[in-house]
């Protein structure tokens, strides 16, 4: 994209962008071309992923089941120590220790 012409939100609107940033895109497909293809990072077939929501954000474990048959209690007793730090934070419960506080 030349430095005098801008993006705007009318641009946007009016499907202009992808022409103005033609060469950028051009540019970027060829660089991508001499990436070689299905060599991404391998994500291994026994890899178990345990989550949970606390605190406005998602904690996760991730751990292999072969090395770790008993991995999924433990990542589960692990995410479990979250409940109390988020009834003592939060400022949203009335109960919370940091509500007491503020």
Not at 13 to 21: R, T, V
Not at 59 to 83: C, D, I, Q
């Amino acid at each position: 994209m030349s430095a005098d012409k801008k993006a705007s939100r009318r641009h946007f609107l009016a499907g202009e962008l992808a022409g103005m940033f033609a060469e950028v895109l051009d540019a970027a497909a060829d660089q991508m071309a001499f990436l070689p293809q299905g060599h991404g990072p391998a994500v291994p077939a026994d890899l178990v992923r345990v989550s949970r929501r606390a605190m406005a954000a998602v904690f996760e474990v991730y751990f292999s089941a072969r090395r770790y048959p008993h991995g999924t209690e433990k990542a589960l007793a692990a995410l479990e120590l979250l409940e109390p730090l988020e009834a003592a934070l939060s400022l949203f419960r009335p109960d919370s220790q940091l509500n007491y506080v503020n």
